[in-house]
């Protein structure tokens, strides 16, 4: 009897969140492809439509020139771009997101494509780890970045810097509260209006007045300067506004230091803002010779002509993702991992933690050795193929768990050789061959997700003999946290 097929694998969710940025730990991740994808998959060979691959945030295109700043390709394309950086950009995994798909991977059987998983690093910005080194000609000035250590946020303007570490973590230093207070004494003749929302700034002549024509540009008019926005104040002498103002000035809004007790100094915002640059700012701030960043968080700085450079980075990668796969390549080797070729000496690669092995079938009982042989003459079986019953799912699970099979994620089974058989690239080299007619075509490859732990009787997948690596390479982008 036929069984329903189960779903190969279930990644689940995995914190792809920077170590440095992790405010919010719930970050779910999509699927790795299983295949790449051509840029127009309905004329790809006319087979089936796959389904949607990618599912950070819908169809959105993490790397597309046209999704950063709004607005169509073609004007994007017109915008003038800046002179681009002279530097060095590496890519990289981020070590965290790194760990955990080891970790998963460690905990499963199934054979996973090389180039699949570096695909899932490129397709979520957050877990792709930038390493930016300038590139200064002889004699030249060298202009160096300033990076936010909270956060990852990178400039060559230092008071950028600066200020971008006050307007975003201000408030992980101090508590904001709004106490009340007695009403302003004193004989006032007029009031300050902003002319642009109406609201009563005050007298001009009380010291906090300046402190809240700056609190009105930050939270209200941030793309105007101070002087244009003062251009749109009005001095209101009317004694029903003045008394207005006054009714209201009894709410202050006061800055104290986290876990201070009840009796800790209440600041203004400028004076929470000047010890903040003081006593917190410096140790905020690096100058570092090598910028280590993210690429989510580069493709956010001001410095346009690092925004170019990173983009252009990262869709060379995406083409051809050399520098992705040699960093997992030397991580997985780290970890024990082990690789294989499918189909011969130029196949693509796989990486498994599974410790593949031929089977020996004619000492084993009649039943294993049946499947084995099966699978070993028709290579790349869909499961549907193979599983009749729950005594032969107990046989297959039992062949892939033990290494005797190999289990790719496309859900397709093949026989454990130097070059284990796999699809579509053999499919298409089999039709040439005399018993190619009778091998069954293998199903359109499913959405796969990052590796999760999957369970022990629905989760097997080996891999063939591995084929020698240069274990210079591995070992050395093999990123020390994992060491």
Known sequence: METEEKPILDFGAIDFTPDWAKRDAGVSVGHVRSEREPQDRKGSGGGEKVGNRRQFGGERKPFNRASQGGGSPRRQFQQERPRPLDAEIKILPDTKALGTIIRKLQQDFHAYRLKDLAYFFLDNPSSVLLKITPRVAEG????????????????????????????????????????????????????????????????????????????????RYP???????????????DSEAIEAWRKSAVKKTVFV????GEDAQELTREQAEAEFRRSIMPSLIDTPKNLMISAEVALKSPVRPLVWAVRDALEAERRAPYNMCFALRGAFHHRKLKFFRA???????FVTSADLKEFDTAHAIPELAKLANYIAEHPCSPRVDLVTDKETEKHLVWL???????????GVYSAVEKFPKYGPQWQKRSKAAP?????????AEEPVEAPAVA????????????????KEE??????????
């Open 223 to 237: 793309n105007m300067s101070e002087e244009q926005y003062r251009a749109h104040i009005e001095m209101v002498r």
């Open 343 to 349: 189909n011969d000496a130029r196949g693509p690669e």
């Open 455 to 470: 369970d022990a009787a629905e989760s097997p997948a080996p891999e063939a003999p591995v084929v020698e690596e240069k």
């Open 257 to 260: 230091h986290k876990g201070a």
């Open 435 to 443: 018993k190619a007619e009778n091998v069954e075509e293998p199903k």
């Open 400 to 410: 892939v768990s033990t290494g005797h099979v190999v289990a790719f994620t496309n």
């Open 140 to 219: 030249a000035t060298p202009r160096p970045f300033h990076q936010c250590k909270a956060c990852g946020f990178a400039s060559t303007n230092e008071d950028e810097v600066a200020e971008h570490a006050i307007a975003a973590h201000l408030c992980d230093y101090y508590d904001i509260k709004e106490i009340e207070r007695e009403p302003p004494k004193g004989n006032f003749s007029c009031v300050a209006k902003c002319g642009l929302s109406g609201v009563l700034l005050g007298p001009p002549n009380i010291h906090e007045f300046n402190g809240t024509v700056r609190e009105m540009i930050r939270t």
């Open 474 to 483: 591995a070992v050395n982008e093999a990123p020390a946290e994992l060491a």
